[in-house]
C-alpha cells in the first residue's frame, strides 16, 4: 500500500494545493444540512442543525486541507492573503477554481445522496421559489422583504465581520492558539454569522460555495430560474463578499494588526528593538503621524457607520 | 501594503487599548442573533440561536482584542481589576467610553443589516412594547413579571456569578488555562447565562452593551420611550452590574484567591517559601487570624441567603 | 487590597477545601436553567438549554474549586476516590456536607432569583405536581411512567456510566489531557447524561446536588410534599447514585487501569521495568493469574447482562 | 485496592484491547439518547439532543478506550487500518468481535433503563413500525421515502466522507492535535454526519453499532420483523459502510497524505531529505510519474461524480 502510495506521489506544490483546496471544499458542501431539513419538513433537524452542519462541515474541510494549501476554502480570504502579502497572486485564480470545482461536485454529491428524499419532496418537479422549493438547499436565495440594497449591504457587512476575525484568529501576535483549536474557532466563527446574519440571505459570504452548487442546479434540472430568482441575485453573493472580505481585513490591518510594535521575540531581544526603532523613527513618528494617523484611523471608524448611515438613508428614501 | 500599514501606527499605548476595546465591543454587538430570530418570527433560529449569537460575538470580541488591551469589553470587569489593583484606574473611564462607543456602532451595523426585515417585520413603526416590538432586538427590557427589586437582585446575583466566574478562569494559580481557551470559555460562560438567567430581563450584565444599544435606539427613531419603558428600567442594568459585579470579585477572592499560599514556584522552592513564610507569620497567623477569619468567611457566605431572604421577604410583602 | 485579602488567609488546608467544594456546588445549582424554561412555559428555552445550563454550570463549578479541592463537586465521586486510595476518607464527610450546604444555597439564589417568575407562573401556591407544579426546578421526581425498580436501575446505570467515564478521564496512563480541557469534557458528560438519560427521573446522579435544594423546597414553602411525592422518591437518588458510582469505579479498574503495565517513564526505562517485572512476576501470573483472571473479567461482563436481564424480567413480572 | 486490581491484571496485550474496545462501544451505545426522545414523545429533547447524545457517547466511548487499544469503536476503521498497514489483520476479526459484543449489551441497558418507558410508550406491544414503533431506538431502518439503492448510495458517501475525515485527523503530517482533542473531534464528526445524513437512514456507519443492536432487539421481544422490514435492509448498514469506508480512506491517501514528502523532521534534515530524494527519483518521477499520475488522480475525481451521476441516472430510470 505504502509504495503504491508512493509511486502516485505528486511532486508539483501547486497541483497538491489545488486538490487539498478541492478536496476541503467537497467536504465542507456534502455536510450541508439543509436537505435534510427540508426534506424531511423540520422533522429531521431545525435552523440550528443546519447552521451546525455548515459550521462542523467547514471544521473537517480545513482539517483535510490545512496541512499542505493552509486550507482557504474561500477565494476571499485567498485575496485577502494576497492582499497582505501574504500569499502568491499567481496562485489565486488557480485556488478559486479549485474552490468552484470542489463546491460544485459537492453540490453533486449531496443531490445524490437526498435523490429520493428530493424527488418525493418536491413531487418531481425540481422548483426554486414556493412551498415544495428545493434549490435552497445548495445555494442562497434572498428572503422576501430583501430590497437588492438591503442584500448588498448584507453581505458586505457580513463578510466583512467574517474576514475580520478570520485575519484576528491568524495574527499570532495578538495572542498564540493552540494547533488544532484554529479550524475549531473559524467553525464556531461560521455558526456565529449563521444564528445572526443568516436571514435574510443565507449568509453565503463565499463566492466559490454559492456559484458552483448554483452551478450545479443549473445543470442539474432546476434551469435558469437558479439566476433569474431574487431579480438576478446570483452575482450579489459573488461581488459582495469579495467587497467586504477586503474592508473587514483592512479594517483590522488599519485598527489592530499595525500597531503591533515588532514580531515576538524573546523580552529582552524585544525591549532592544523597540528601543532602537523608537530612536531611529522618533523624528518621524511624532512630528507626522502621531496626531494625523491617529485622526485618520478615528475617521475611517466613523466614516463606516456614516457610510452606513448614508446608505440607510438611501434605503429608507427608495 | 507593510510599509502602508507602517506609517499607520499608533505608538500610543492607550489608543491602541481603547481601538482594540472599541472592535471588541463592535464585533460582540454585531453578532447578536436576536434581530434574526425576532424579525423572521421564531423561523430562523429561537432562544437558544440568541444565546448563542451573544456567547460566541463575544469569543470573537475577545480574540480581535485579547492581544492590545486584555479584551475586558465590559466595565465591570474593567473595574473589578481597577479594584483588584490589576489595572490603572484612570484608564477606565477611557476603556468604558471605548466600550460605550462600540456597542453603539455595533447596534447601528444591525440596524443596517436589518433595516428591510425591521420594518417589514415591523410595518415601519418602530415601537418598544407589544407583538410587533423589536427595539427588544438591541437592548434589555424586563419581562412583566418582573418587580422592580426582582430586576435589581436578577441583575447583582446574575453578574454576581458572572465576575465571580470570570475572575476564577483568570486565577492563574487555581490552575492553569492552555492559550485560546480562555476566550472560548467566557463565550460558554454569557451562554450559561444566558440559558439559566435571561429571561426575567434578558441577562445584560454589561452597562456600556445596554447603555450604547439604547441610546442608538433612541437617536434612531425608538424614541423616549426606550427609557420610560418598564417603569423606567433603563438605569438598573447600569447600575446593579457594577453591584454584583464587585460583590462577585470580592467573593471569589475571599473565599479562594486569598488563601493560595504562594505564586507557582518549582515544588522544592514552594516548599521553602511555604516554610519560611509559616515561620515568620506563624505567631500574628495563630493567635489572631485563623479562628476569626474563619467565622468572618462563614459570616460572610451566611449572610449572602441572609440579605437574600430578606430581599426575599420585603419582595413577598412589597 | 492585596494586604487586606492576606489578612483574610485561611491556612488550614481542609477549610479551604471545604469552601471550593461549597463554592463549587453553589455555582453548579446556581446556573440551573429549569427555573427559566418552566417559569417562562418554553419561551425562553427547552429540554436542551436546560441540559447545555446543567452541564455548563459544572464546568465553571469545577473551574472555582479545582486548584484548590480537585472539584470534587459530588459526594459520589468523593466516595469513589476514597474506595481507590486517592482520598483520605476522613475528609468524606466534610467534603459532602460542604456540597449539602452549596446545594442549599444555590437552590435558595435561583428561588430568590426567580422569585417574581415563579410566583407568577404559580399563582402564588408552591405546588409538586400537576401542571403548575414548580418543585422540578430545583431537585428531581420520577416521571409518571417509571416504577419504583425501574427508578432504582435507571439511577444506579446512569451513576455508573458517569462515574466509569469520570475516572477514565482522570486516568492519565490512559492518554493525556491539555490543562483545561478536563472540566469541559465533564460537562460534556454531564450534557450527555442529560441527553440520553433524563426523562426517566431527571438525572440526579449527585446525592448533595438533589438534598440540598429538596431541603430548600422543604423549608420554603412546598412542604412535606417534596418527600412524599412520588411514593417517597426522595431517597432513591441519594443511594442510588452510591451503588452505580461504585458499581462504574470498580467496573473500569477491572477492565481498564488494572492492566496497565506501569506508569508513564522515558520509553527506554519503561521498556526495562516491564522486562524487569515481567521476569520476576512471570511465574506467579504465568501459572495462575492468566487465565482465572481472565475467566473472571469475562464472567463480570457477563453477569453484569444477566443481572440486567434478572433485573428486567422480574420488572416484568411485577 | 491498589493490591486486589494487581492480581487481576491481564497482561495478554489483546486481551486488554478486546476488553478495552468492548467498553468504549457499550459506552458509546448506553448513551443513545433515541430511547428518551421516542418515549417521551418528543418533550425530553428533539432530533439535536438525540445527536449529541450519539455524538457525545462516542466521545466518552473514545476516551474509555484510547489509551488500550486506539479506540476503534468501528470495524470499519480497523478494516481501514489494516488497509493502510497500520493495524494487523489478525486482530481484525477479535476487534469486530468485541464491537457487536460490546453494542449488543449496550442495548441491552438501554432497554433496561427504559423498560418502564417502553412498555408505556407502546403499550406493551413491541413493534418495528408505526407511530409506537420503538425498534428504531436501537438500530437503522430506512425511511419510507429511500429506495434500494438510494440506502446504498447514502452509507456508501456518508461512510466515505466519514472515514476521509477520521484518516485526516489521524494524519499528523497534515498538522498536529493537540492530546485529548482528538477524541472530541470524532464526536463533533459524528455530529456533523447525524444533522447532516441522518433523514434518510439514521447514518449507521457502523456495522457493529448497528448488527450488535439488531440481535438484541430480535431476541428481546420485536422478533423476526428487525431483519424483515425495509425490504430485508439489515444488510445494508453492514455492507455498505465496509465499501464507503474504503472508497473515503483511499481518496484521503491518494488525494492528501500520498503526497506529503517526508515525515516531520527538523527543517534541515527534511530539506536535505527532499533534495536527496528528488536527486535519486528525479529520472523516474519526472519522465513518467508527473503527468501521468495528475491525470490519474484527476479522473479519480472526475469519475466519482460520473460514477454517481451514473447512480443518480439509474435511480432516476428505476
Same mark, same amino acid.
Given at each position: ?8 506521489q505528486?511532486r508539483?506544490?501547486?497541483v497538491r494545493e489545488?486538490?487539498?483546496?478541492f478536496l476541503g471544499l467537497y467536504?465542507l458542501?456534502?455536510?450541508?444540512a439543509?436537505a435534510?431539513?427540508v426534506?424531511?419538513?423540520?422533522t429531521?433537524?431545525?435552523y440550528?442543525t443546519i447552521?451546525?452542519g455548515?459550521a462542523?462541515g467547514a471544521v473537517?474541510?480545513?482539517f ?6 493552509g486550507?482557504?476554502?474561500?477565494p ?8 497582505l502579502?501574504?500569499h502568491p ?15 460544485f461536485?459537492?453540490?453533486a ?6 435523490y429520493d428524499?428530493?424527488?418525493t419532496f418536491s413531487?418531481?418537479?425540481? =422548483?426554486?421559489a414556493?412551498p415544495? #422549493? !428545493? +434549490?435552497?438547499i445548495?445555494?442562497?436565495y434572498p /428572503?422576501?422583504?430583501l430590497s437588492?440594497w %438591503?442584500? =448588498?449591504v448584507d453581505?458586505?457587512? #457580513? !463578510? +466583512?465581520?467574517?474576514l475580520?476575525?478570520?485575519? /484576528?484568529?491568524?495574527d499570532q501576535?495578538? %495572542?498564540? =492558539?493552540?494547533d488544532g483549536?484554529?479550524p475549531?474557532l473559524v467553525g464556531?466563527?461560521i455558526?456565529t454569522?449563521?444564528?445572526?446574519m443568516?436571514s435574510?440571505?443565507?449568509?453565503p ?7 458552483g452548487?448554483?452551478l450545479f442546479?443549473f445543470?442539474a ?6 439566476f ?8 450579489v453573493?459573488i461581488?459582495?463578499p469579495f467587497v467586504g472580505?477586503?474592508?473587514?481585513t483592512?479594517?483590522?490591518?488599519l ?7 515588532t514580531t515576538?521575540?524573546?523580552p529582552?531581544?524585544?525591549q532592544e528593538a523597540?528601543?532602537?526603532?523608537e530612536f531611529?523613527?522618533?523624528?518621524k513618528?511624532?512630528?507626522f503621524?502621531k496626531?494625523?494617523?491617529?485622526y485618520w484611523?478615528i475617521?475611517?471608524i466613523?466614516?463606516m457607520?456614516?457610510?452606513?448611515a448614508?446608505?440607510g438613508?438611501?434605503?429608507a428614501?427608495?
Amino acid at each position: 500500500m505504502e509504495t503504491l502510495l508512493r509511486r502516485c506521489q505528486i511532486r508539483s506544490q501547486i497541483v497538491r494545493e489545488c486538490i487539498a483546496e478541492f478536496l476541503g471544499l467537497y467536504i465542507l458542501i456534502g455536510s450541508g444540512a439543509a436537505a435534510q431539513v427540508v426534506t424531511s419538513r423540520g422533522t429531521h433537524g431545525n435552523y440550528l442543525t443546519i447552521q451546525l452542519g455548515s459550521a462542523l462541515g467547514a471544521v473537517f474541510g480545513i482539517f483535510v486541507a490545512r496541512g499542505v494549501s493552509g486550507a482557504h476554502l474561500n477565494p476571499v480570504y485567498s485575496l485577502s492573503l494576497c492582499v497582505l502579502g501574504r500569499h502568491p497572486w499567481k496562485k489565486l485564480p488557480l485556488y478559486s477554481l479549485s474552490h468552484l470545482v470542489g463546491a460544485f461536485l459537492g453540490a453533486a454529491t449531496v443531490y445524490l445522496q437526498y435523490y429520493d428524499a428530493i424527488q418525493t419532496f418536491s413531487g418531481g418537479e425540481l =422548483l426554486v421559489a414556493g412551498p415544495n #422549493a !428545493t +434549490a435552497g438547499i445548495f445555494c442562497s436565495y434572498p /428572503a422576501d422583504h430583501l430590497s437588492f440594497w %438591503g442584500g =448588498l449591504v448584507d453581505q458586505v457587512v #457580513a !463578510t +466583512a465581520l467574517f474576514l475580520l476575525c478570520c485575519v /484576528a484568529l491568524e495574527d499570532q501576535r495578538n %495572542g498564540p =492558539l493552540p494547533d488544532g483549536l484554529h479550524p475549531v474557532l473559524v467553525g464556531a466563527l461560521i455558526l456565529t454569522m449563521g444564528v445572526s446574519m443568516g436571514s435574510n440571505c443565507g449568509f453565503p459570504l463565499n463566492p466559490a460555495r454559492d456559484l458552483g452548487p448554483r452551478l450545479f442546479t443549473f445543470v442539474a434540472g432546476w434551469g435558469e430560474e437558479v439566476f433569474k430568482a431574487g431579480g438576478g441575485w446570483w452575482w450579489v453573493p459573488i461581488v459582495a463578499p469579495f467587497v467586504g472580505g477586503l474592508l473587514g481585513t483592512v479594517t483590522y490591518e488599519l485598527l489592530i494588526e499595525a500597531h503591533h510594535q515588532t514580531t515576538p521575540q524573546s523580552p529582552q531581544q524585544e525591549q532592544e528593538a523597540v528601543e532602537l526603532e523608537e530612536f531611529v523613527q522618533l523624528e518621524k513618528f511624532q512630528q507626522f503621524l502621531k496626531p494625523e494617523t491617529f485622526y485618520w484611523v478615528i475617521t475611517v471608524i466613523s466614516l463606516m457607520p456614516v457610510l452606513e448611515a448614508g446608505e440607510g438613508a438611501s434605503l429608507a428614501i427608495l
